[in-house]
């Protein structure tokens, strides 16, 4: 069995830059923007400053929304 990969790509400003990251990431039970958030999470962990998410593409597919979705949720 083949096992299914999505490319990540997020943009987000941190002490007033732009920055894009992109990676290339298994999917395994997971659907894409679970994985997404879980990249956006690691990035916001690894910076000293806070950051602000502008844009998330998985595939092609913008899953902005789905992933700020997500953030929201995991903070109530």
């Known amino acids: 069995m083949r096992r299914m ?3 990540i790509q997020i943009f987000y400003t941190t002490n007033d830059n732009s ?3 992109r990676g290339n990431y298994p999917l395994k039970n997971g659907k894409p923007e679970e994985v997404s958030y879980e ?3 690691w990035i916001k962990k690894e910076h000293p400053f806070p950051c602000k998410l502008e844009k998330v593409i998985a595939n092609g597919e913008d899953l902005t929304l789905l992933v700020k979705n ?3 949720a995991a903070h109530l």
Request: proline share 0%; charged share 25%; glycine share 0%.
């Open 19 to 21: 920055v894009f990251q």
């Open 70 to 72: 997500l953030e929201k």
């Open 5 to 7: 990969n999505v490319l």
């Open 39 to 41: 990249f956006w999470k």
